[in-house]
Nanobody
Framework: QVQLVESGGGLVQPGGSLRLSCAASGIILNINTMGWYRQAPGKQRELVAIISSGGSTNYADSVKGRFTISRDNAKNTVYLQMNSLEPEDTAVYYC??????????????WGQGTQVTVSS
């Protein structure tokens, strides 16, 4: 069974930085797109950043220039470096991965979420 486990969330002051990690485990033959999404209280889940298996990236306008997504294919891990954090970035952050496992071609998997709080 494929699982995604996130880490790195926490409380940070405005202007600070955090780095999120998400590691996929289980029977994994290949991972296509990996990404980060977030959901703030009372709001819908929204895309933050995605990265293809080849390294192409796409970002939400609200985080461009502040956040950087990267991945280590050998470790089946995706990262989100978050700089110049703002209170508006406060949310639960979820990772997502399109995984090719032994029993299915590609299926979307979600992590359990990690809380990021930006506050003074």
């Amino acid at each position: 069974q494929v699982q995604l486990v996130e880490s790195g969330g926490g409380l940070v002051q405005p202007g600070g930085s955090l780095r999120l990690s998400c590691a996929a485990s289980g029977i994994i033959l290949n991972i296509n797109t990996m990404g980060w999404y977030r959901q703030a209280p009372g709001k819908q889940r929204e895309l933050v950043a995605i990265i293809s298996s080849g390294g192409s990236t796409n970002y939400a306008d609200s985080v461009k220039g502040r956040f950087t997504i990267s991945r280590d294919n050998a470790k089946n891990t995706v990262y989100l470096q978050m700089n110049s954090l703002e209170p508006e970035d406060t949310a639960v952050y979820y990772c997502n991965a399109d995984v090719h496992s032994d029993s299915y071609y590609y299926r979307s998997h979600w992590g359990q979420g990690t809380q990021v709080t930006v506050s003074s």
